[in-house]
């Protein structure tokens, strides 16, 4: 799946805002499991720095340790930088789900 202007710059191909949010977080997906961490994430999705080669269109299950139980969330990689990481856009956030990462976003906004 393509971004829709994709060769605008970074920020303005966003529809969502996202926060500066450093979590450990694991995935499942393409060849297999890992451990990433997130550089930045909104409701719409995040980007994780990983060295797995993640293509573009691969679904991944994302676990992300937010409160008392981690959340977990499907998504797909939208962009893809080999051996650096990977943008991922969140796949049918329930409200729950939604709920939970704009409490997490709007804590880590407030830290800055």
Known sequence: MKIMGANLPQDERRRHDRARLIIDLYFEGHEG????????I?????????QTVLPEGTMLTLRLPLGE?????????????PGRGV??????????QRAR?????????SRD
């Open 33 to 40: 499991t890992g451990i990433a961490n997130t550089r930045d």
């Open 42 to 50: 909104g409701v719409g999705g995040l980007y994780m720095n990983t």
């Open 69 to 81: 139980e981690p959340l977990i969330i499907r998504g797909r990689v939208v962009y893809s930088n």
């Open 87 to 96: 943008g991922v856009e969140f796949d049918g956030l329930t409200d729950e």
């Open 101 to 109: 990462l704009e409490e997490a976003i709007r804590r880590a906004s």
